[in-house]
C-alpha cells in the first residue's frame, strides 16, 4: 500500500502568499478609486450650471405632457445625483500611499510596465515615489 503524503506549506511560503494578497489589495483598490475619480470628458459642469438647469426643469415640467415631463423628471433626478456628487471630496491619498508601497513588488512579480501603469492611469509622480521608472519591463 503507498502511503499519502501530506504537503505542508512552509512559514516563507504562507508569508508570501500573504504578501501578495495584501499587494494586489492595495493596487486594485488604488486603480479603482482612480477610475471612481476620473474626470469625465467635455466641458465642466459647476453648480450654478446645474442648478439653472435644474430651475429650467422646474418651469417646463407645469407644461410638459407626460411622457416629456418622465424624461424631465429623470433629468432632475440626475442633476441632483450630479450635485451631491460635486459636494462630495473624495480623499485618495490612504489608497494612494498603500499603492506606493506595493505597487514595486506587485509590478515586477506580474511583469507590469511603467507604460501599463500609466495607461490605465496612474500618474508619473505616483509611480517615482513607488520606485518603477520608464526602464523597467
Request: hydrophobic share 40%; aromatic share 4%; no cysteine.
Amino acid at each position: 500500500m503507498a502511503t499519502k503524503k501530506t504537503r505542508t506549506m512552509t512559514d516563507e511560503h504562507k508569508a508570501a502568499i500573504a504578501a501578495g494578497r495584501t499587494e494586489s489589495r492595495a493596487v486594485k483598490a488604488y486603480l479603482e478609486a482612480l477610475e471612481t475619480n476620473r474626470p469625465k470628458r467635455g466641458r465642466k459642469r459647476t453648480p450654478d450650471s446645474v442648478n439653472a438647469r435644474l430651475a429650467t426643469i422646474d418651469a417646463q415640467l407645469a407644461d410638459a405632457d407626460v411622457v416629456k415631463r418622465l424624461t424631465l423628471v429623470q433629468e432632475r433626478l440626475d442633476l441632483l445625483a450630479e450635485l451631491e456628487r460635486m459636494s462630495t471630496t473624495v480623499d485618495i491619498s490612504a489608497a494612494e500611499a498603500e499603492f506606493i508601497a506595493a505597487a514595486k513588488a506587485y509590478g515586477e512579480r506580474k511583469g507590469i510596465s511603467y507604460n501599463a501603469w500609466r495607461e490605465v492611469g496612474v500618474s508619473a509622480a505616483v509611480l517615482k515615489q513607488a520606485g518603477i521608472s520608464r526602464a523597467q519591463i
